[in-house]
């Protein structure tokens, strides 16, 4: 039932942040108000994230959950009646942001109490499949509603989607095999403890970063699709095309292990990403997004997979909430600051100029983890493996 919910959530959630971007877009608002939106959403998210792991942790998970996802439904309901003025799209973007900030580390930590080892690796795959099939069906959605109904009738639709959501997750309860630990797998040595604690905090800055660059997907590329000519429906394929190629990678992520505790693979992923973002701003066809966007996409696949297993193999089952949550809050820093400052970027340079600027910063970011992997953790790497 909790992969259902999640495919969901994202599905509504998706479709929404489509229709209203491409709406504006269209609409001819600027490049710095679309990325203020974009901020704004982020921003709440990340702030309601880092607490809403912890408030889960000690007075539920379930209760935070279905929080957020009345707070969606009501959001939606509002913007799919008022939908005609940039400032109602900000108040309700905030109002989404904030929902789903309480959904998904409480949600994520639901899935995975008591569990380690490949259990917990199949749950967070699972994870990961749903809440990306629900990006797909959002895009694809989004683009198909859209060309024919328009905003409203669009929105309709999320909120349809997010009212049943939030019966769903009411429904459900937790059982008893939900909070039981797992004495199937074992949760490793304390020094694996302490290394995926130390890969953790490096996932951070590759998160950040990687936020920073698929929020100008949701944000501000609508604004290059729409120079392009390209239309709604070509444009929600090329972005669930990327999809696909994220959740390809998570599927290789679980059946291998020869990216654990490897920071190499993170570097050649992560400078991967940066070279999808130099082909995106120097497309001018749906053939050259769709390459750029792959690249970017292997990258935010292995990124997001991976921080799950550190988070996942380097924290306590009590405290899972709390380290989902502060992972999450990274994702939604740097999505807001993408948003914001690629929102700036596009104004004064052109819309092609924020994914310049985001591989700039991939780069920078990618040096600064190699100085911390260097300094300290590699280290404690040698000493572990003799």
């Given at each position: 039932m909790?992969?259902?919910?999640?495919?969901?959530?994202?599905?509504?959630?998706?479709?929404f942040i489509?229709?209203?971007?491409?709406?504006?877009?269209e609409q001819?608002t600027g490049?710095t108000?679309?990325?203020?939106?974009?901020?704004l959403?982020?921003?709440?998210?990340a702030v309601?994230?880092?607490?809403?792991?912890?408030?889960?942790?000690?007075?539920?998970?379930?209760?935070v959950?279905i929080?957020?996802?009345?707070l969606?439904?009501?959001s939606?309901g509002?913007?799919?009646?008022?939908?005609?003025?940039y400032?109602i799209f900000?108040?309700?973007?905030v109002?989404a942001?904030?929902a789903f900030?309480?959904?998904?580390?409480?949600?994520?930590?639901?899935?995975g109490?008591?569990?380690?080892?490949?259990?917990?690796?199949?749950?967070?795959?699972?994870f990961?499949?749903?809440?990306?099939l629900?990006?797909?069906?959002g895009?694809l959605?989004?683009?198909w509603?859209?060309?024919?109904?328009?905003?409203?009738?669009?929105?309709?639709?999320?909120?349809t989607?997010?009212s049943f959501n939030l019966?769903l997750?009411c429904l459900?309860?937790?059982s008893?095999?939900?909070?039981?630990?797992?004495?199937?797998?074992?949760?490793g040595?304390?020094m694996?403890v302490s290394?995926s604690?130390?890969f953790?905090r490096l996932?951070?800055?590759?998160n950040f970063?990687?936020?920073f660059?698929m929020?100008m997907l949701?944000?501000l590329?609508p604004?290059?699709?729409?120079?392009?000519?390209i239309?709604?429906?070509?444009?929600g394929?090329i972005l669930?095309?990327g999809r696909?190629?994220?959740?390809?990678?998570?599927?290789?992520?679980?059946?291998?292990?020869?990216w654990?505790h490897?920071?190499?693979i993170?570097?050649y992923?992560?400078?991967l990403?940066a070279?999808?973002l130099?082909?995106l701003?120097?497309?001018?066809?749906?053939f050259?997004?769709v390459?750029g966007l792959?690249?970017?996409?292997?990258?935010?696949?292995y990124n997001y997979?991976?921080?799950?297993?550190?988070?996942?193999?380097?924290?306590?089952?009590?405290?899972k909430?709390?380290?989902?949550?502060?992972?999450?809050?990274s994702?939604?820093?740097g999505?807001a600051?993408?948003s914001l400052?690629g929102?700036?970027?596009?104004?004064?340079w052109?819309?092609r100029?924020?994914?310049?600027?985001?591989?700039?910063?991939?780069?920078i970011?990618l040096?600064?983890q190699?100085?911390?992997?260097w300094?300290?953790i590699r280290?404690?790497?040698?000493?572990?493996?003799?």
């Open positions: 909790l992969y259902l919910i999640t495919w969901i959530t994202d599905f509504a959630g998706v479709l489509f229709v209203g971007t491409r709406h504006l877009s001819d490049s108000m679309l990325g203020a939106l974009g901020a959403y982020f921003l709440a998210s309601s994230s880092a607490w809403s792991g912890t408030v889960a942790d000690r007075w539920g998970r379930r209760q959950s929080a957020g996802m009345a969606l439904a009501v939606l509002v913007n799919s009646y008022w939908n005609d003025e400032w900000c108040v309700v973007y109002a942001g904030i900030g309480m959904i998904y580390p409480p949600l994520m930590a639901w899935l109490h008591g569990q380690s080892g490949q259990t917990a690796s199949r749950r967070y795959l699972i990961c499949l749903a809440f990306n629900g990006i797909v069906s895009q959605t989004g683009g509603a859209f060309e024919r109904f328009g905003v409203g009738i669009s929105l309709l639709i999320a909120l989607l997010a019966i997750i459900h309860k937790e008893n095999n939900e909070g039981n630990l797992d004495t199937d797998d074992h949760a040595t304390d694996e290394l604690q130390s953790a996932a951070r800055f590759a970063g990687g936020m660059s929020s949701w944000f590329l604004q290059l699709v729409v120079s392009l000519d239309s709604a429906d070509r444009h394929l669930a095309s696909m190629i994220v959740m390809s990678t998570y599927l290789l992520l679980h059946l291998t292990s020869f654990q490897k920071f190499r993170s570097g992923a992560q400078a990403g070279v999808g130099i082909i701003s120097l497309a001018h066809s749906s050259g997004l390459l792959a690249a970017l996409s292997t990258m935010m696949g997979f991976a921080s799950l297993f550190y988070n996942a193999t380097g924290s306590s089952h009590q405290h909430g709390r380290a989902f949550g502060l992972n999450e809050a994702l939604g820093l999505a600051g993408g400052i929102g700036v970027a596009a104004n004064d052109g819309s100029a924020p994914f310049q600027l985001a591989a700039l910063l991939i780069t970011l040096v600064v190699c100085i911390v992997w300094k300290s280290p404690a790497q040698k000493r572990f493996h003799g």
